[in-house]
T-cell receptor
């Protein structure tokens, strides 16, 4: 029943590792996003896909690579993890631009 | 550029007190405005929205009016409950910016019994 679901909810890993976060939405939306929430709760867009096509890439390091196999899924792969990557990552979707987005529960990534 | 500014928190209130959380924005064009709420350990939930000037969004006793002349979208509630304790985010989106939400820094509300 969950509209936007992310896995895993918690991820603890060592520096230098590669990890992925998966996101799926069952709302039939065309647009999906990744947002990053830092330790001060500030939220910032990372990527946006519309119908599997990348439309926003907000100066995110190349170590972050989104992949959208179909319009219901948007995964985030992170190479060579660094301490500064520790944050909560939120997936979201929206039916079109200029409308509200629906968020997943978040993935708390801790790099040690 | 486009931005959202919220009042600094934390805001601490007693139960049944009146709540105002200020939000002002800067935008090139005509944004849609939103308030999201994040309860501890959870994701963001849409609380209310307004898509054009003078619209009032409302939900669960919360209200906010889109004021173009003051570029504001202040959140209000007449009587807060302990269960309203959360982080509140004001946000905007523009049709010209491919739908991304631009968030304020968030305001933590703590309601004491």
């Amino acid at each position: 029943d969950t509209a936007v679901s992310q896995t895993p909810k918690y991820l603890v890993t060592q520096m230098g590792n590669d990890k992925s976060i998966k996101c799926e939405q069952n709302l039939g939306h065309d647009t999906m996003y990744w947002y990053k929430q830092d330790s001060k709760k500030f939220l910032k867009i990372m990527f946006s896909y519309n119908n599997k096509e990348l439309i926003i890439n907000e100066t995110v390091p190349n170590r972050f690579s989104p992949k959208s196999p179909d319009k219901a899924h948007l995964n985030l792969h992170i190479n060579s993890l660094e301490l500064g990557d520790s944050a909560v990552y939120f997936c979201a979707s929206s039916p079109m631009t200029n409308t509200e987005a629906f968020f997943g529960q978040g993935t708390r990534l801790t790099v040690v | 550029g486009n931005s959202v500014t919220q009042m600094e928190g934390p805001v601490t209130l007693s139960e049944e007190a009146f709540l105002t959380i200020n939000c002002t924005y800067t935008a090139t064009g005509y944004p849609s405005l939103f308030w999201y709420v994040q309860y501890p350990g959870e994701g963001l939930q849409l609380l209310l929205k307004a898509t054009k000037a003078d619209d009032k969004g409302s939900n669960k006793g919360f209200e906010a009016t889109y004021r173009k002349e003051t570029t504001s979208f202040h959140l209000e509630k007449g009587s807060v409950q302990v269960s309203d304790s959360a982080v509140y985010f004001c946000a905007l989106t523009l049709s010209s910016n491919t739908g991304k939400l631009i968030f304020g820094q968030g305001t933590t509300l703590q309601v004491k019994p």
